[in-house]
């Protein structure tokens, strides 16, 4: 024990005077070799032995006060005190390592956290002298090495998780918002999602990466990585971008043990920056969505004025006996009482449809009864169910007088009137609904006039309207793409295609050749069918206006369809679309590698036994995939295909593909691999996808594991 004891005094001398001396010439402490920027992250670790081992002793300390004159429990003590002022010593020594490392900036909390800690190293060694000498002045030093232990670890607190990390709790919350439309959308929905998640590594105390995220400026800054915002493009925004990488990725923040963003702040932060990155505008000016508003709702605890009622449920046996084959009745939710009414296409309304929703006339919030034969008589009993906020009503024949009757209902926010018989006298009675915040106007005979100027007496208000084009030879509006429904672009004998435009004078012209449509093209009058390889493409005409974009749509008609699939290795957990089918289901991926129908493998290959139920004759086969280099999604390095005529028999292989990319792609693309050969009768096929393992040198993240992302197989 006594030469324990002694070598551990003379290690701490000697770790003390190595402390001071790098205190004093530490301005010399720069461009640390790499083994010591590593002695000098092992600090968090290490900092939590000396401050257990000092509130041991001073427990040993009170139960050995009756054992003064004992030596062996005095023994014990000087070397557990001994082991605390060893383990204090090099905790100092490796945070001073750190201090120096370039991940903090030397802000005030620092500055003191580091001298303060020093100091507790030194008095640790101090004590073990004066333990056996001056009991007095022991115990009076050991009470300022706890108080400084305590200052220490508040301030080194605060540089960790920001300022007022130990203290938040007991601080008053901020009002909760009580108008969600009235909030300031940056300080009152996003900093407070990068004070918790964020502001631990960024702020003025450390900085990683040389980012600041607590003032505007800081943030509009960015980092040594360039500016995290791009405003109007979350995407290519570094601050949004490395929140989603895969957890595994070196780039992931926040880091992997640290509190993750939950979907719905990433969903708030992805809005805000596509919206503009503003930091003084306030949330109806930036006009969400009904999703976002529920986020922000959701996330801060704000009620809307309908929830303050605590409207109570419907009985289950109400909505099931008011719910039928011509009338929708369902509770929207089962933690919320609120009630939605469809009624839309009845050419037959009759009264008694409306009035038998008396019973439950306090819950229903969402009417639809667009197409209907809705009329002002009718609208009147609407306007007794009082808590409703969605109204459709378009195609109807309503007018300025059903409007008027409908004005008490306060808690209305959307309205949809397009088509209706409403003129610009229906615009005063719109100023009575006091939560409107959408409503729609198409092919009304309101002119365009009133319309801007009933939008610019309500802030925050999105209307919609067909614009008046009639004297403009300078401007054309431009249609938007009409809805095209395609049951599957890969079939075996034939698909079909359904087009829709929301504007009844609208004209939608097709071709099936890849050309693009023009005034002579086909005309779409009924849902058509292709039995053939072909391009559709389609786009919306109307006189007086700019057509729509042209889109376009490949059409595949497989030859043969697997019967079996088996996939060697599972992919990633999070992209597992429908396992080994997957390959063989004829449902072809979009150009979002996260829509559910792509395989995804993390810097893995992927193999696939496929199986075509009998021997066919074969000369080619395909392998679809997608490339998205921004999101780290690669082609496969190369793509081999094996196969077989018969169970057991191995397999030959029949060619590879070689698809490494080799330069940066900006957009997300969709991409074949074609492996030709001789033709050959074969049942079973082998393919794998080769995956790069790690990012190239010519890509943003060079060295990172990459993705690959498959779909479907094809045999030809």
């Known amino acids: 024990m006594t030469r324990i004891k002694s070598i551990l005094l003379n290690l701490i001398f000697f770790?003390?005077?190595?402390?001071?001396?790098?205190?004093?010439?530490?301005?010399?402490?720069?461009?640390?070799?790499?083994?010591?920027?590593?002695?000098?992250?092992?600090?968090?670790?290490?900092?939590?032995?000396?401050?257990?081992?000092?509130?041991?002793?001073?427990?040993?300390?009170?139960?050995?006060?009756?054992?003064?004159?004992?030596?062996?429990?005095?023994?014990?003590?000087?070397?557990?005190?001994?082991?605390?002022?060893?383990?204090?010593?090099?905790?100092?020594?490796?945070?001073?390592?750190?201090?120096?490392?370039?991940?903090?900036?030397?802000?005030?909390?620092?500055?003191?956290?580091?001298?303060?800690?020093?100091?507790?190293?030194?008095?640790?060694?101090?004590?073990?002298?004066?333990?056996?000498?001056?009991?007095?002045?022991?115990?009076?030093?050991?009470?300022?090495?706890?108080?400084?232990?305590?200052?220490?670890?508040?301030?080194?607190?605060?540089?960790?998780?920001?300022?007022?990390?130990?203290?938040?709790?007991?601080?008053?919350?901020?009002?909760?918002?009580?108008?969600?439309?009235?909030?300031?959308?940056?300080?009152?929905?996003?900093?407070?999602?990068?004070?918790?998640?964020?502001?631990?590594?960024?702020?003025?105390?450390?900085?990683?990466?040389?980012?600041?995220?607590?003032?505007?400026?800081?943030?509009?800054?960015?980092?040594?990585?360039?500016?995290?915002?791009?405003?109007?493009?979350?995407?290519?925004?570094?601050?949004?971008?490395?929140?989603?990488?895969?957890?595994?990725?070196?780039?992931?923040?926040?880091?992997?043990?640290?509190?993750?963003?939950?979907?719905?702040?990433?969903?708030?932060?992805?809005?805000?920056?596509?919206?503009?990155?503003?930091?003084?505008?306030?949330?109806?000016?930036?006009?969400?969505?009904?999703?976002?508003?529920?986020?922000?709702?959701?996330?801060?605890?704000?009620?809307?004025?309908?929830?303050?009622?605590?409207?109570?449920?419907?009985?289950?046996?109400?909505?099931?006996?008011?719910?039928?084959?011509?009338?929708?009745?369902?509770?929207?939710?089962?933690?919320?009482?609120?009630?939605?009414?469809?009624?839309?296409?009845?050419?037959?309304?009759?009264?008694?449809?409306?009035?038998?929703?008396?019973?439950?006339?306090?819950?229903?919030?969402?009417?639809?009864?667009?197409?209907?034969?809705?009329?002002?008589?009718?609208?009147?009993?609407?306007?007794?169910?009082?808590?409703?906020?969605?109204?459709?009503?378009?195609?109807?024949?309503?007018?300025d007088k059903g409007i008027q009757t409908l004005a008490g209902l306060k808690y209305l926010e959307y309205l949809n009137i397009s088509r209706t018989n409403v003129s610009e006298k229906a615009l005063p009675s719109l100023q009575n609904f006091p939560s409107l915040r959408r409503v729609y106007f198409y092919e009304t005979n309101i002119p365009v006039a009133d319309l801007k100027a009933y939008q610019q007496s309500r802030m925050g208000l999105t209307i919609g309207y067909t614009p008046d084009l009639s004297t403009d030879t300078a401007f054309r509006g431009r249609l938007t793409d009409p809805t095209v429904k395609i049951d599957s672009n890969i079939f075996l004998n034939y698909a079909s295609i359904d087009m829709s435009y929301r504007l009844k004078s609208v004209q939608i012209r097709y071709t099936l050749n890849g050309k693009d449509p023009d005034s002579s093209s086909i005309l779409y009058e009924k849902p058509l069918q292709v039995d053939s390889n072909c391009v559709v493409k389609v786009r919306a005409t109307r006189s007086g206006w700019i057509n729509s974009p042209v889109q376009t749509f490949k059409m595949k008609k497989a030859k043969y369809k697997f019967a079996d699939a088996h996939l060697a290795k599972e992919p990633d957990k999070k992209y597992i679309a429908r396992m080994d089918t997957t390959l063989i289901d004829l449902q072809e991926g979009t150009e979002s590698f996260s829509d559910g129908k792509y395989l995804g493998y993390y810097g893995d290959d992927m193999e696939a036994k496929l199986d075509l139920g009998a021997e066919q004759k074969i000369s080619k086969i395909s392998l679809g995939y997608i490339i998205d280099h921004g999101s780290f999604v690669m082609s496969p390095k190369m793509v081999e295909v094996w196969g077989s005529n018969k169970e057991g028999v191995p397999m030959k292989k029949l060619g590879t593909v070689i698809t490494e990319d080799l330069k940066m792609r900006k957009d997300p693309a969709k991409a074949y691999a074609s492996c030709k050969f001789s033709p050959q009768k074969l049942r079973w096929i082998e393919v794998r996808a080769i995956n790069m393992g790690k990012l190239p040198k010519w890509h943003p993240s060079k060295g990172s594991k990459s993705w690959i992302f498959l779909d479907e197989v094809f045999a030809e």
């Open 15 to 399: 770790l003390n005077v190595l402390l001071v001396f790098f205190w004093v010439f530490e301005s010399k402490l720069t461009h640390l070799p790499t083994w010591l920027q590593v002695a000098g992250r092992l600090h968090p670790m290490v900092l939590h032995f000396p401050i257990a081992l000092l509130i041991v002793t001073v427990l040993f300390e009170w139960m050995g006060r009756n054992h003064v004159a004992d030596a062996s429990w005095n023994e014990k003590v000087e070397l557990l005190i001994s082991v605390a002022a060893f383990s204090a010593t090099i905790t100092a020594i490796f945070g001073l390592l750190l201090f120096h490392s370039g991940d903090y900036i030397s802000g005030p909390d620092l500055l003191w956290h580091k001298r303060i800690g020093i100091i507790t190293a030194l008095l640790a060694g101090i004590l073990v002298w004066l333990r056996n000498k001056q009991r007095t002045v022991y115990w009076v030093t050991f009470l300022v090495g706890i108080f400084t232990v305590v200052i220490a670890g508040h301030l080194g607190a605060s540089v960790t998780h920001g300022e007022g990390f130990i203290t938040a709790p007991l601080k008053e919350k901020k009002d909760k918002i009580k108008n969600i439309d009235e909030a300031v959308v940056f300080p009152d929905f996003i900093q407070p999602i990068l004070n918790e998640k964020c502001i631990g590594c960024h702020n003025p105390n450390k900085s990683k990466g040389d980012l600041l995220l607590t003032t505007r400026e800081n943030i509009l800054k960015g980092g040594k990585d360039g500016k995290v915002i791009v405003v109007g493009n979350p995407d290519s925004s570094l601050l949004y971008r490395y929140l989603v990488l895969p957890m595994l990725d070196d780039k992931h923040m926040p880091p992997e043990g640290k509190p993750q963003l939950e979907t719905s702040e990433l969903r708030l932060l992805y809005w805000w920056i596509l919206s503009g990155a503003t930091f003084d505008k306030k949330f109806a000016e930036l006009k969400p969505v009904d999703s976002i508003r529920s986020i922000a709702k959701t996330l801060y605890g704000i009620s809307s004025p309908l929830e303050e009622l605590k409207i109570p449920f419907a009985s289950e046996k109400t909505i099931a006996k008011l719910n039928n084959i011509q009338r929708g009745v369902r509770q929207i939710s089962l933690d919320q009482p609120y009630i939605d009414v469809f009624l839309a296409n009845r050419k037959d309304l009759k009264q008694s449809d409306l009035e038998q929703l008396s019973d439950v006339k306090d819950q229903i919030i969402s009417v639809d009864l667009s197409n209907s034969s809705l009329n002002d008589d009718l609208v009147k009993i609407i306007a007794g169910f009082p808590h409703i906020q969605k109204l459709f009503i378009e195609n109807t024949d309503v007018s």
